[in-house]
């Protein structure tokens, strides 16, 4: 059974930094394109951003990109989100989803979420 | 980027009719080479995470119920559910996945009256 757990969110001031972890079960982490993805309260689903299987490839929607960086760990299974410089319009939940059938495919397989708020 | 117009916001149906929602893109999302339109449809109930509905515009994902059916190509492509279910109370998202940014239309949130 395919399983995604989000770890690491939480309350965090503007400017501050967090790690968001996702920890892969089920399949073979290292053959799949991996994405982050969130939802702020009551809104809709936004992209945030992808890797490819061995991170030779990597996609940030422009609201993120420079603040956010995705990786990976295949050893480890782990897919992450440093998220530097934060600001309150990031305040959402972070779905961890796998692609398929590459980078730039559709989610066949999200986690529960992790929520993330940035306030003071 | 290519922009996701889904229509209507909402709507509210009795369990056993037939509803049918519309998702437009701002380009054509067929990929001639292959002639595949690269747009899915997903499924959110209140409290839980997006679920896969509908790959490739019209592939039901394994154990997804056949009333869900998906169809469209280009630009123009809809979700329909043959006879409503009081457990299909949901948002239904399309995203097109043809193209960097990867975007979402902005949700259908189907009621049961």
């Known amino acids: 059974e395919v399983q995604l757990v989000e770890s690491g969110g939480g309350l965090v001031q503007p400017g501050r930094s967090l790690k968001l972890s996702c920890l892969a079960s089920?399949?073979?982490?290292?053959?799949?394109?991996m994405n982050w993805i969130r939802q702020a309260p009551g809104k809709g689903l936004e992209w945030v951003a992808s890797?490819?299987?061995?991170?030779?490839?990597?996609y940030y929607a422009d609201t993120v990109k420079g603040r956010f960086t995705i990786s990976r760990d295949n050893a480890k299974n782990t897919l992450y989100l440093q998220m530097t410089s934060l600001r309150s319009e990031d305040t959402a939940l972070y779905y961890c989803?796998?692609?398929?059938?590459?980078?730039?495919?559709?989610?066949?397989?999200w986690g529960q979420g992790v929520m993330v708020t940035v306030s003071s | 980027d290519i922009v996701m117009t889904q229509t209507p916001s909402s709507q509210a149906v009795s369990a056993g009719e037939k509803v049918t929602m519309s998702c437009k893109s701002s380009?054509?999302?067929?990929?001639?080479?292959?002639?595949?339109?690269?747009l899915a449809w997903y499924q959110q109930k209140p409290g839980q995470s997006p679920k896969l509905l509908i790959s490739?515009?019209?592939t039901r994902e394994s154990g997804v119920p056949d009333r869900f059916i998906g169809s469209g190509s280009g630009t123009d492509f809809t979700l329909t559910i043959s006879s409503v279910q009081a457990e299909d109370l949901a948002v239904y998202y399309c995203?097109?996945?043809?193209?960097?940014?990867?975007?979402f239309g902005s949700g259908t949130k189907l009621e049961i009256k």
């Open positions: 089920g399949f073979t982490f290292s053959n799949y394109g």
């Open positions: 490739w515009a019209s």
């Open positions: 995203e097109q996945y043809y193209d960097t940014p990867l975007t």
């Open positions: 380009q054509s999302l067929l990929y001639s080479e292959n002639k595949k339109n690269y």
């Open positions: 989803a796998r692609s398929y059938p590459g980078i730039s495919g559709f989610f066949d397989y």
């Open positions: 890797i490819s299987s061995s991170s030779s490839y990597i």
